[in-house]
């Protein structure tokens, strides 16, 4: 560890040892974002609850109001811009209430009236919540499927382009790299929501985009028990906009949230790397029922989106969806697993599962499943799975 120096995420001074250059991935999700160690001082100094500081004279440092800047979030910050993108200089990592919050935070702030952006026409389901506000702010909003990079198409004029990939719930895959180049030589900025993949799945600073957005709720923390949202960009001038509007907006995560979830990271690696192998197992199990259709795992090597995903992700994400014949059997498969709750979101140790049409937010057939892969042992899972499909079939 010895040339593991503090300029590892080129966040500044006191930058703990993040791993050597080239660490492996758990190697560097134990160690992110941790201070430089302090003889008497914890590893992970814990939450500092504070309204604000003191600040005798001159407003000088970061620390004078907590809705501005907080120690929590600071090293919850470094961490995660040490995932996102490891070795860079000149990155920037904010957090936020929920990752909504940081959603809204990059559209609003880089976007005003007369602007166009494109977002996902099939991406998270409060974004056509977010389109309505957009345009009552005159802002034009254009949308396409992230299926065959069609948002490629109604780029010309636009200042953002918002991408999801893989799309939630149907595991879409664009490619990235092709969308990014595109919109830049259009001048447009480009972000991309990278909450399903997490940062160990996929980099989107380093397919070229300005900004990766996640929401840190689902499986960056892991628990089920945060809600979390961040942005980590390079754009100066753009982040100190998205800083900007944090400020104003006051979308701030609190001090246990953010110490929460500097904690889950540490076992990042092991949870997704857990997670995404049983949901490729589950995936592989799935496949061989005849009651299965629309069956979706951007790993398994025949899915639609592999061929893309596997050129830009480095994992595949916990998410398997599949379609069931009806509404009824499909509520009855729910009902009938033990290991696995019946609960919205994804990326949990605990399994998750749910009849995504229950929303009405999404275009997917009545019987379709969007199941969340936790880190029970897989065989349990499998045959939870497969035991609820024999029962519901009545
Ligand atoms: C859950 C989710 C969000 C919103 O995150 P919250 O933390 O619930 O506000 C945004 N994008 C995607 C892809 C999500 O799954």
């Given amino acids: 560890m ?3 120096g503090g300029s590892v995420s080129g966040q500044g001074e006191g930058a703990g040892p993040a791993g050597p250059p080239g660490a492996g991935d758990g190697t560097r ?7 430089k160690p302090v003889r008497h001082e914890p590893t992970l100094p814990g939450p500092v609850f504070a309204a604000h500081f003191h600040l005798p004279g001159e407003v000088t440092g970061p620390y004078a109001y907590g809705r501005d800047d907080n120690p929590t979030w600071t090293l919850l910050e470094r961490a995660i811009g040490e995932l996102e993108a490891p070795g860079r200089e000149g990155v920037e990592t904010l957090v936020f209430a929920s990752g909504m919050a940081a959603v809204s935070s990059v559209l609003f702030s880089q976007l005003s009236a007369g602007d166009t952006v494109v977002l996902p026409e ?7 919540l977010v389109r309505g506000q957009l345009e009552a702010y005159g802002i034009e909003v254009r949308t396409a499927p992230t299926r065959g990079d069609a948002q490629l198409d109604v780029l010309d004029g636009a200042r953002l382009l918002w991408i999801e990939s893989p799309s939630n719930p ?8 092709r969308l990014v180049e595109a919109a830049h ?13 997490t940062p160990l799945g996929q980099r989107p600073l380093e397919l070229g985009a300005d900004f990766s957005v996640a929401s840190g709720t689902k499986q960056l923390t892991g628990h089920g028990d945060v809600l979390l949202g961040y942005v980590t960009g390079h754009d100066t001038q753009a982040m100190a906009a998205v800083r900007h509007w944090r400020k104003i907006v006051g979308a701030i995560a609190g001090p246990m949230e953010a110490w929460l979830a500097h904690r889950s990271i540490a076992t990042l690696q092991l949870r997704v790397d857990r997670q995404n192998a049983s949901a490729l197992v589950l995936a592989g199990a799935l496949r061989k029922r005849p009651e299965v259709t629309g069956l979706r795992y951007p790993g398994l090597p025949d899915d639609p989106s592999h061929k893309v995903a596997s050129q830009q992700m480095r994992r ?8 069931l014949p009806t509404r009824a059997r499909a509520d009855r498969f729910l009902d009938a697993l033990r290991l696995v709750d019946d609960a919205t979101s994804f990326g949990g140790l605990r399994s998750t599962a749910e009849r995504r049409g229950r929303w009405g937010g999404d ?16 065989e349990d899972l499998v045959a939870d799975v497969l035991r609820a499909l024999d029962e519901s079939d009545s």
Avoid: M, W
């Fill in 122 to 128: 099939d991406g998270y389901q409060a974004l056509p």
């Fill in 170 to 177: 149907g595991l879409d895959v664009c490619d990235i790299r």
């Fill in 29 to 35: 999700a134990v160690r992110a974002g941790l201070p």
């Fill in 316 to 323: 595949y994400g916990c998410v398997v969806s599949f379609t």
């Fill in 185 to 197: 030589a259009r001048g447009a900025l480009v972000a991309v929501d990278n909450t399903l993949a």
């Fill in 363 to 378: 275009p997917v057939p009545e019987g379709f499943i969007r199941f969340s892969v936790g880190a029970e042992d897989p």
């Fill in 2 to 4: 010895s040339d593991s």
